[in-house]
Every structure is written in structure tokens, then in C-alpha cells.
């Protein structure tokens, strides 16, 4: 078992670009979540899914961050025109059956640095 | 001591010292998860608390769960330098679905 992939590891774009990052969730999990982690706010909730469905997007910023799981294996974070306050580890976690009772199986993260 | 809004906290201890993070939560919660996270990697789940348990054990760990002040602690005994890394506490509830808050984190250094 691999457990959760993510890419790509480290990501540098320009202000006003748009970042695609990918999350691979451990095979069989039907819940896959995205935070982000900074020094100054440390891991922050953004959404989740379970089976494929988008299940709670509370902590998703309204404009420019947008999620997808298109099919069981993977999942993406999308955030268009990026700006320097975007910079952060972005974390993927998988559980089972997603309960906040069951273990989250985080990725190493992508480092997104917004020049 | 960490919480949802607390800065992360630092300790810096000697190996084979015995070290007690804590951990305030303001919500009621069914589950506190304590997580480790070394550098350049995604935090690692070390141990599950649920309401209605007082204390869980785990090898060289000890967590305990007081619900009726909002509090956690994780003990770790007989430190080893492959213990230095940043320490959350995690808090769940039913009304929340499966979504974890984590707490600022305790960067914990064990010197060799």
C-alpha cells in the first residue's frame, strides 16, 4: 500500500496563475479530505468528500478554489489566479468510510509557493 | 498547551525524559485523535480517544480525555530523538460529519 500520493510535491507559480493539485486517496477509502497548513494558521479544513460526493466545503475560500473527485482514485484542488496569500502546504487524507471517528491517512503534501 | 487558535508551542526536553502535551478544545467533541508530524511529511495518527473513555495507551504513549473541562493530554515516556516532531490534537463531532479540527500544534524537540 503506497498510501495517499500526491502531486506534485513542490509547485511555483507566478500572481494570477492558476495551480492544479492532484491527490490520490489509498485504495478502497471512500473519503478524501483537503486542508491547508501554514505557520501563521496552522491545518485548516478546507473540504471533503465521501463516495465522490462533495460532503462539507465550509472551510473552501468562495472565489478561486474550487475541488473535484471525478472518479474514486483521484481528487484535485484547483485554485485559479493565484495569490501570494495562497501559499501553503496543501495536505490530501483518505479514511474508510469517513467518520471523525476513523483514522486520516495524510499524504505528504504539496508545497504551493505563489510568487 | 494547544488549541484551535493558539499559536504553535514549543518544548525542547533531553532523551529519556518523559513529556505531557495538552490540548483545550471549545466544542463538545466524541473524539480527540492525536497526530505526530515530522518534517516534510503529513501528520501520522498515534492515537484515538473517544467520550466515553478516560485513557487510552499505546506502547510508549498515554492519552486522556477530561470532557468535562475540554481537555486532552498525550504523555510520552522514556523519549527517543526520533520523537522531535510537531504534535496536534484533533477534535470530531456527530454534528460535524467526519471533519477533524486540528489544534495549533506542540513542536517538540528531544535532544540526543
Known amino acids: 500500500n503506497a498510501g495517499v500520493i500526491q502531486t506534485p510535491r513542490h509547485k511555483v507559480t507566478g500572481k494570477g496563475q492558476e495551480a492544479t493539485l492532484w491527490c490520490e486517496p489509498i485504495s478502497g477509502h471512500s473519503a478524501v479530505f483537503w486542508y491547508r497548513q501554514t505557520i501563521v494558521q496552522g491545518l485548516e479544513f478546507l473540504t471533503y468528500f465521501r463516495n465522490q460526493a462533495p460532503i462539507d466545503d465550509s472551510g473552501m475560500p468562495k472565489e478561486r478554489f474550487s475541488a473535484q473527485m471525478p472518479n474514486q482514485s483521484h481528487s484535485t484542488l484547483k485554485i485559479q489566479s493565484t495569490q501570494p496569500q495562497d501559499s501553503a502546504v496543501y495536505l490530501c487524507?483518505?479514511?474508510?468510510?469517513?467518520?471523525?471517528?476513523?483514522?486520516?491517512?495524510f499524504g505528504s503534501g504539496t508545497r504551493l509557493t505563489v510568487l | 498547551s494547544q488549541w484551535g487558535e493558539e499559536n504553535l508551542q514549543a518544548l525542547s526536553i533531553q532523551e529519556g525524559e518523559d513529556v505531557t502535551m495538552n490540548c483545550s478544545y471549545k466544542?463538545?467533541?466524541?473524539?480527540v485523535q492525536w497526530y505526530r508530524q515530522k518534517s516534510g511529511k503529513g501528520p501520522a495518527q498515534l492515537i484515538l480517544i473517544r467520550s466515553n473513555e478516560r485513557e487510552k495507551r499505546s506502547g510508549r504513549l498515554r492519552a486522556t480525555l477530561d470532557t468535562s473541562s475540554q481537555s486532552s493530554s498525550l504523555s510520552i515516556t522514556g523519549t527517543l530523538a526520533t520523537d522531535t516532531a510537531v504534535y496536534f490534537c484533533a477534535t470530531g463531532y456527530n454534528n460535524a460529519g467526519a471533519k477533524l479540527t486540528f489544534g495549533g500544534g506542540t513542536r517538540l524537540t528531544v535532544r540526543p
Open positions: 466544542t463538545y467533541t466524541t473524539v
Open positions: 487524507a483518505s479514511s474508510s468510510t469517513g467518520s471523525s471517528a476513523e483514522t486520516l491517512y
